[in-house]
């Protein structure tokens, strides 16, 4: 079994621990046993062997490959050093080599006694020696020896100096691998040549290993997945006896959050295999000792090789019949970019003839990275599909809600009829003028109309024009210049620069002043415009769809309206006709009205019942879809029921077609009379009815208040 060397070629070999019961020498046999102890050889600031000392017994190191630590480097003698139990304790002395053996930096003339954590130095390799295996640490910074060069790692470093030259796997890291090539064990130094030959072939093999692993896990859905395919790879890889996988448990899995990241109980077996051999028998996998486990998973935890295990409590656990039968065994911590611990592969053998080598913990700990870049990968892509579902979701919500506002219900011809144009009109860049009267969903077209078409995903902008006075309508459609007038304090973006790219719909825009008209008609015709107080042109590309309640044609032969702009205006126009002309769209509007208050206000009225329904229909519906919105709103909130019934709707009786109080409204009105007159008497007789409280006024009317004032003005002024 080899280790990588430490020195430069001239001076390089290996090291090699072999397996099963250290071997008793001839010219001592201990009187009585000690504690044991461990051997721990390091490896670019990790562990890259542990092994186990056992009394009463004795190690002997040197280049011979029948020792039980073979040193293969020129500078080692064929015996080097011995380590042996005697009463006092665990002793080392040097065999009669010519370059020395040290401890701890000092060279030994005479047996010396092993102190916990003492640096055993052998022809420029450095092994710990220590009595628990927990306590092992970095090798420490001593001088060189003759022949020895900076390469030498354990001789010339620190080991926080190091760890990140060789914290990965040489398997995949070419450029070490190549100043620092594998040596088979047992290999003559005459030898040295086929051995790298052979070392070269089985890099290439592991290699290959490794990409068709990093291929598979790349499809991989899931870690349990990524997981089985690892422990697959290692199965035709490894000769092992069983191997288990761990994972860290998630926050929602800890019982506390005391529990420190080395804790060994903060680790999850996932996954195990066993070996296809029936002579073994089949026992389930044994979790490895928590003292192991910890050193590996710990803040500084490494991976680490183990043998001469069996009988180590400290290592490995209990099989079924109560022995520890484990000869070596393969720890390895999963982690990721961070350094942060995902999890641990864990490899056993039981087999004397089966020992692990440093080979296979590099192959390991290859294994281990990859697993790890699998992982993280897997959980930042469960990060985005849960990202993303949480985003479908919202957009279903978010769907649902603007559905209520642009699906347009109704079976009526008259419906479709809208429907049809809005399919035709949609797709290009047309200017539309939708009329209709107040309520009846103008603002819905216009939404229809932009989402339907290729500038959907630009704004829609929408603004009433009788809401505002010239000045602040002209300011609001173009923008204003900080100190363009009084109050402006800032610059401001108009409408048009908001709808850039997207569709502007315009309410009302008949009350347009016609100094503004000019303006604006100039910017339908694709020209520039400027804001006010400000020189510089802006050109910008928005779709135009305007809405009105009044007749343009009549306003134009009034004077009231530029006849250029209205040619302008109605390219297509779509009449949408009052709620009253519909039908039977009462209904379905209704019933698609009160499935929306069920659903925002947690309500189950399921039914509307048939008095409602005959209620609903004989109504003259003033207000349109927007009364009758508010009528059906109105009968949930008030409704601790499952039905609505008449008596829940709230209608204006003098609205109502059929009715004698309706006839009596009208009797005493002459026939000749205009549309306007018979709205002002109407207007007049309803807040006399809610004596003077315009906002109830307006809900009875089915009106905006806005549009209740700007009727009372208009009013007045032509009284």
Known sequence: ??????????????????????????????????????????????WSDVFRLSAP????????????????????????????????????????????????????????????GDKIEIAGYSLQFVHQIQSAEGPAASPLPAGATEDHLTLAMEAASITDRRAKSEYLHRDLLETKPFRAAGKDAGAKDAGA??????????????????????????????????????????????????????KSQ????????ADSSNLVLVATRHANDSALGSSSYRRPADTAIASVIGPDGQAILARNVAGDRTLATENSRGEIDAVSMILAPVKDREEKVLGMLHLLTTDKET????RDLEFVLAVAEILAESLRNLRVRGKLDRSLRRSQRQIQTLQKQIGGKVQIVGQ??????????????APTNATVLVRGESGVGK????????????????????MNCAALSPSLLESELFGHEKGAFTGATDRKQGKFEAADGGTLMLDEIGEMDAEIQAKFLRVL????????????????????????????QAMVAEGKFRQDLFYRLHVVEILVPPLRSRGSDILLLAEHFLAQFNEQMGRRITTITEPARRMLLDYRWPGNIRELRNVIERAVVLNAGTTIDAEHLLLTPAMSAGKGDADSATANSPVEISLADLERSHIERVLRHTDGNKSRAASILGIERSTLDRKLKKFNRES
């Open 57 to 116: 017994a004795q190690v002997i190191l040197g280049r011979s490959s029948t020792n039980d630590i073979a040193i293969r480097s020129e500078r080692a003698s064929r015996q080097h050093a011995r380590v042996w139990s005697s009463p006092e304790g665990w002793m080392i002395e040097d065999l009669g080599s010519r370059n020395g053996t040290f401890v701890s930096g000092r060279r030994i003339d005479s047996p010396t006694k092993l102190a916990d």
């Open 197 to 250: 030959k052979d070392a070269s072939a089985e890099t290439e093999t592991a290699r290959a290993t490794l990409l068709q692993l990093a291929f598979e896990l790349a499809g991989a859905e899931s870690a349990a997945q990524a997981i089985e395919l690892v422990l697959d790879r290692l199965a035709a890889s490894i000769p092992f006896r069983s191997a288990g996988a761990f994972v860290v448990k998630t």
């Open 1 to 46: 079994m080899t280790l990588p060397p430490h020195g430069d070629d001239s001076a390089s070999g290996s090291l090699s621990m072999n397996g099963g019961a250290a071997r008793k020498h001839d010219a001592f046999v201990p009187a009585g046993g000690i504690d044991g102890g461990y051997l721990v050889t390091q490896s670019a600031g990790r």
């Open 525 to 552: 015709e694709g020209h520039p415009f400027e804001r006010v107080g400000g020189q510089s042109p802006i050109k910008v590309d928005v779709r135009v769809v305007a809405a009105t309640n009044r007749d343009l």
């Open 443 to 462: 603002e819905l077209v216009a939404s229809a109309i932009h989402h339907a078409s290729g500038r959907a995903s630009a704004p829609l902008v929408c």
């Open 355 to 358: 020992v692990f080598s440093p």
């Open 412 to 425: 009526s011809d008259a419906v479709r009829d809208i429907i049809e144009k809005i399919a035709l009109v």
């Open 254 to 261: 800890k019982s506390s959050g005391n529990t420190s990241a």
